[in-house]
């Protein structure tokens, strides 16, 4: 994972929030509530209004602080990609696009690979032998087969 911090200086923190979150997959439960459609700069704003943190945002995994000048990459990367923070804003700097081509792509193919992983276990169920839990998807697959899909419906399309 990466550990060197992301400068942010001098960008408008919308358009990063946006970036980023076009940039990120759905996983897990989070599939329950993801949206496929890209984030623009005016619905960032917004969202900032409110908070500078982000775990999930519409189903997509985010795990970002956008409080200051720099972005620790760690738990984003982590669920969408070594160095992906650092591609994003290197990609939003080069092309002051919040959703250009690469980063949506990475979106898609991260958010595919997350929905076939889902879909293999998303029947399991939640164990639980002391002093581990293992979380299955079992009590919510209900939910996430619809989603899950038409994710995959949607991706088979664009193959």
């Given at each position: 994972?990466?550990?060197?911090?992301?400068?942010?200086?001098?960008f408008?923190?919308a358009?990063?929030?946006a970036a980023?979150?076009?940039?990120?997959?759905?996983?897990?439960a989070?599939?329950?509530?993801?949206?496929?459609?890209?984030m623009?700069?005016?619905?960032?704003r917004e969202l900032?209004?409110?908070?500078?943190?982000?775990?999930?945002?519409k189903?997509?995994?985010?795990k970002?602080?956008l409080?200051?000048?720099?972005i620790?990459?760690?738990?984003?990367?982590?669920?969408?990609?070594d160095g992906?923070?650092?591609?994003?804003?290197?990609a939003?700097?080069?092309?002051?696009?919040v959703n250009?081509?690469?980063?949506?792509?990475?979106h898609?193919?991260?958010?595919?690979?997350?929905a076939i992983?889902v879909?293999?276990?998303?029947?399991?169920?939640?164990?639980?032998?002391?002093?581990i839990?293992?979380?299955?998807?079992?009590?919510?697959?209900?939910?996430i087969?619809?989603?899950?899909?038409?994710?995959?419906?949607?991706?088979?399309?664009?193959?």
């Amino acid at each position: 994972m990466s550990e060197q911090m992301v400068s942010i200086k001098g960008f408008d923190k919308a358009k990063v929030l946006a970036a980023l979150y076009n940039g990120a997959r759905a996983q897990g439960a989070g599939f329950i509530h993801y949206d496929p459609t890209p984030m623009g700069e005016e619905e960032a704003r917004e969202l900032l209004q409110g908070a500078t943190y982000f775990d999930y945002l519409k189903g997509r995994v985010m795990k970002v602080d956008l409080s200051g000048d720099e972005i620790d990459p760690w738990g984003y990367d982590r669920d969408n990609g070594d160095g992906a923070v650092a591609e994003i804003v290197a990609a939003l700097r080069h092309t002051d696009d919040v959703n250009p081509e690469e980063v949506e792509l990475r979106h898609k193919e991260g958010t595919r690979d997350a929905a076939i992983y889902v879909e293999e276990h998303v029947d399991d169920m939640t164990h639980s032998t002391v002093p581990i839990v293992k979380l299955g998807l079992g009590d919510l697959a209900h939910l996430i087969k619809p989603k899950i899909k038409e994710v995959l419906d949607e991706t088979d399309e664009d193959a």
